[in-house]
């Protein structure tokens, strides 16, 4: 039985939240504070977060970076703000998705269902599956959900973890935005495709601490690709 942790402050929407995810089978666990939310997160064995960001100690986002140093659980953000930037570093600290209050709880269990059936698929391929050579110096742990470049694990997002995973997986493939944020964002429609082009940033970031070539090519127009042969000044 998956276990849900819901870190809300207003009691009334906690309580819909329970009473939803009592009808599909989950259990779960609500504090109304960051303080209490960060305690029982590390106690605790939770499958699921959901997070309020306007909290009375805190913004919820500094919650959810803090999660995604070490951890890929998967979180659903709840909001009253609806600006579109507020949605889009919402989803690039590594929230899994981004719900605007008021919203209905029926909704949210059904997403929460899709970040569970994703997260199954991702766990279902077997280990070492990216299709990339071991020459080129890429390792995958599936079980850590990280991955290393030279023998250095990069400090990748749940989103950078997966959009990599993609990338690798298919070697000089050109994936544009839409097809990317498809594959790797749980609902597309609410992310923007420059949210794609901010992930591939801070990845090309990463691996140039470690190599001079630029290991993610830009197609002008089309998309991205992974190419291991590829120099600085295709960016």
């Not at 939240?17 to 089978?25: D, H, Q, S, V």
């Not at 306007?54 to 659903?76: A, H, M, Q, T």
């Not at 110096?137 to 990069?154: A, H, K, M, P, V």
């Not at 070539?213 to 089309?222: A, C, F, N, Q, V």
Request: charged share 30%; aromatic share 8%.
């Amino acid at each position: 039985m998956k276990r849900i942790l819901i870190i809300e402050d207003e009691a009334s929407i906690a309580y819909n939240i329970e009473m939803a995810l009592e009808l599909e089978g989950y259990t779960s666990h609500h504090v109304p504070t960051l303080e209490e939310g960060h305690k029982q997160y590390r106690q605790q064995d939770f499958d699921f977060i959901i997070l309020d960001l306007g909290l009375p100690d805190g913004n919820g986002l500094d919650f959810c970076k803090e999660v995604r140093k070490d951890s890929c659980i998967p979180l659903i953000i709840l909001t009253a703000r609806n600006d579109e930037i507020d949605r889009i570093v919402g989803l690039e600290v590594g929230a899994d998705d981004y719900m605007t209050k008021p919203f209905s709880p029926r909704e949210l269990t059904a997403r929460i269902r899709a970040i569970f059936r994703r997260c199954e698929e991702y766990a279902s391929k077997p280990v070492g599956s990216i299709k990339a050579p071991k020459q080129q110096g890429f390792e995958l742990d599936e079980d850590r959900c990280t991955i290393s470049y030279q023998s250095n694990i990069l400090d990748l997002s749940a989103q950078e973890y997966r959009l990599l995973q993609v990338l690798l997986d298919h070697p000089k493939r050109v994936f544009s935005r839409r097809q990317l944020l498809e594959k790797v964002w749980q609902d597309p429609l609410a992310a923007m495709e420059r949210t794609v082009d901010a992930h591939i940033k801070s990845i090309r970031a990463q691996l140039r601490q470690y190599t001079s070539k630029d290991l993610i090519r830009t197609h002008r127009g089309l998309g991205y690709s992974f190419d291991n042969e590829v120099s600085c000044d295709s960016l």
